[in-house]
């Protein structure tokens, strides 16, 4: 037993005692109708534009809202910000806005709000964070008050996709003033909470937004303040939730997780997630590791790890080993055709042989599931492979991507929730800020992907791109990731294969 493992059995036995003695931890919190929820990452920014941490997705479903509106439990599209929308030609939708809507500050929802925030995130000088979510926008324009046309560069079958998820709309007349600085310092949306306190890094609150529309696809929220604090240490957030000084934490690793289940005050629930986890290998030609642009050195990578044991005895249940890079529901996502690579650590050390790698040394860096990594570790050094762990905040973690210093990473990416291969390969093979790879061909395909008519052609176009990754071994395809959630067996809530942790939707029994 680990020295961290053996640290939380003595928690969990001297406060599950404490525990049992309390009628019920969330008593205070119930009855002042607030959730308190921990998470291990802070947000890069509160804007959801310059952010892709979960943390930051989470926050900006809550305080903004969109054009669309996904039904998580039927995937059927709603009007939210928009009544409805029709397609004018093959690069031209028409939105019909709602009236009487109203920011934060009291400003009220046009057609300005619209093409203000589409015509300013979609310039590549703003820098939205992930490209991929804009970059297919050329520019939005005002036909009325209340009526908007969107424009796409291309033709983009995803475009109700992404203004149903990421594609969140701020008012115009106070971001044209303050921009993402103070949007992130002071955040303003019209969604179901509004944000009454944040202090970077550490917690932010929100509280119930009284004035919220009544005719939004998203229910009238019943709770009436979110406290979430940043919490990096995982047992400082374990010992939150046994003492009843949390209400909800997630993504708690798999024996953790079947530990609290034994905590009379706690629930725990869990399921699969369209999250990925996988791992990148620099291959530029200035890459820090040289020997990575050798395709057998790859190779030998991903047959040094054991994904199935990993899935079974560390990830847990509702995971599923991956293939290519990409989930399984996303719209173009397959595997078919494309090379499979079976644990075999003695095929991986002839292939180092092969390739004449001795005394490889490599730096991982990762943000998240320290625990998955550790076992990465412990399989590359059984096959000769030494490494450094870099365990970092994303945003650092990021800049070591962007800046060509990483060698191999270790991470996740959960598409921010859209539910289309646009969303995920593209963003690690397409050429944008975090490609370390960089196939001319690959790329191409993948905007082919993107911006083909036919969704036959669309499919194609990512299966052959999805080949070319796995055959030439651009990356470690390694599981998808289910979420444990731990909360106040008194906390009605749900969990969503998107990850999405959806206050509105929340309640004490």
């Not at 929820?37 to 979960?54: G, I, K, L, M, T």
């Not at 809507?101 to 203000?116: I, L, Q, R, S, T």
């Not at 979110?226 to 400082?236: A, S």
């Not at 395809?477 to 979420?483: D, F, H, V």
Request: some cysteine; charged content about 25%; glycine content about 6%.
């Amino acid at each position: 037993m680990t020295v961290m493992k053996r640290a939380f059995a003595m928690l969990l036995a001297t406060s599950a005692m404490a525990a049992t003695a309390l009628t019920t931890p969330a008593l205070a919190q119930k009855a002042a109708n607030t959730v308190r929820f921990a998470y291990d990452q802070a947000p890069e920014s509160v804007d959801p534009f310059f952010n892709n941490v979960r943390i930051g997705v989470i926050i900006g479903a809550n305080v903004w809202d969109t054009l669309v509106y996904r039904d998580p439990d039927t995937n059927e599209y709603k009007g939210q910000l928009a009544k409805s929308w029709k397609q004018i030609d093959d690069k031209t939708i028409e939105f019909e806005l709602r009236q009487g809507v109203k920011f934060h500050n009291g400003e009220e929802f046009d057609a300005d709000d619209v093409v203000y925030t589409l015509n300013y995130v979609a310039k590549p000088e703003n820098k939205v964070v992930t490209q991929g979510n804009v970059n297919w926008i050329d520019k939005a324009e005002k036909t009325g008050k209340y009526t908007v046309r969107v424009v796409t560069k291309d033709i983009f079958p995803a475009a109700i996709e992404y203004l149903a998820g990421p594609v969140v709309i701020h008012p115009n007349e106070y971001y044209e003033k303050v921009g993402p600085k103070g949007q992130n310092e002071k955040p303003v949306g019209s969604g179901p909470y509004k944000v009454s306190n944040y202090v970077p890094g550490k917690s932010i609150t929100l509280e119930l937004n009284k004035d919220y529309f009544k005719d939004s696809p998203k229910p009238q929220p019943k709770i009436g303040k979110i406290e979430i604090r940043f919490i990096p240490d995982r047992q400082t957030q374990m010992a939150e939730a046994l003492s009843g000084g949390t209400d909800l934490i997630m993504s708690v690793p798999k024996d953790q997780a079947d530990q609290l289940k034994t905590v009379p005050t706690l629930q725990v629930v869990s399921g699969e997630t369209m999250r990925i986890v996988f791992m990148q290998m620099n291959i530029l030609e200035n890459t820090p590791a040289p020997a990575l642009k050798d395709e057998r050195v790859r190779k030998a990578i991903i047959h040094a790890i054991d994904r199935e044991a990993m899935v079974k005895n560390i990830v847990g249940d509702g995971s599923r080993v991956i293939n290519t890079i990409c989930f399984h529901s996303q719209f173009g996502c397959t595997d078919e055709g494309a090379a499979r690579y079976a644990y075999d650590p003695a095929k991986a050390k002839a292939l180092l042989a092969e390739a004449g790698v001795k005394d490889l040394t490599l730096d991982i860096v990762a943000y998240r599931e320290r625990n998955q990594t550790e076992a990465l570790i412990g399989y590359l050094q059984a096959v000769g492979i030494k490494t450094n762990l870099r365990f970092l905040q994303y945003a650092a973690m990021r800049e070591v991507i962007t800046s060509n210093k990483a060698m191999l990473t270790h991470q996740t990416w959960g598409s921010f929730s859209v539910n289309d291969v646009s969303a995920n390969t593209p963003n690690y093979f397409a050429f944008r800020a975090e490609d370390i790879t960089r196939d001319p061909q690959v790329r191409d395909l993948l905007e082919k992907g993107n911006n083909s008519v036919q969704p036959e052609a669309r499919k194609a176009a990512y299966k052959d791109a999805l080949k070319i990754i796995a055959d030439k071994a651009y990356a470690v395809p390694l599981y998808s990731l289910p979420a444990y959630y731990v909360a106040s067996k008194d906390l009605d809530f749900k969990a969503y294969p998107d990850e999405m942790v959806r206050f509105w939707a929340m309640s004490w029994k």
